[in-house]
């Protein structure tokens, strides 16, 4: 019997270490995209052109490294039009991707980037639990209700932090207008 749970809390600790690490990796990403900007003028274009491009280049290696090279060349339908059609776009959803990441991290802040990342992946997973009937814990309904409430109330202060500084800056534009003679 202790061997049994010993396994299964080894089953759902090693998930739930990779999903921590993942996410500290996302932010630690988003930080540092936010501190890129300003070597690349705040261009989210040139951004993700060095990003791919370095990307490209430091792949390569890795490749022969770890012996992928050979993998990839003989391929049997290396040179077939749909699979080139496949990578094509493939490389477009994701160049979309990374362009959509730095856009909204240079428009808002990488803990908000995070946060609706968060919300995003939590309604989807939602989405998936209730397409496909499948059944979960009470914990785990109340642990996802509790994410996208912290998401919402998040969202919220976000909202009245803005109108505060749009009302501001009304009221101080409206304060600096003179009236003109008639």
Known sequence: ????????????????????????????????????LP?????????CLYNNLNACILFLPLMIIFGELSIVINYSKIFNLPFWFAMIMAGLLGF???????YQIQTT??????VSG?????????????????????????????????SGLFAHVRATEMKQNHNTNKNSDNNSITSLPK
């Open 118 to 150: 968060t919300a995003k992946s939590y309604v989807q997973t939602l989405l998936a639990v209730i397409i496909y009937s499948e059944s979960k814990t009470t914990l785990w309904w109340i642990s996802n209700l509790f994410v996208l409430g912290g």
């Open 96 to 102: 979309s991707m990374g362009y959509v990441t730095g």
């Open 1 to 36: 019997m202790l061997l049994c749970s010993t396994k299964i809390r080894e089953k759902s600790i090693k998930p739930a270490k990779n999903a921590v690490v993942a996410y500290v990796q996302w932010l630690l990403n988003a930080i540092y995209t936010s501190r890129c």
């Open 39 to 47: 070597c690349v003028d705040n261009n989210v274009w040139r951004l």
């Open 109 to 114: 802040s990488p803990l908000t980037h995070n």
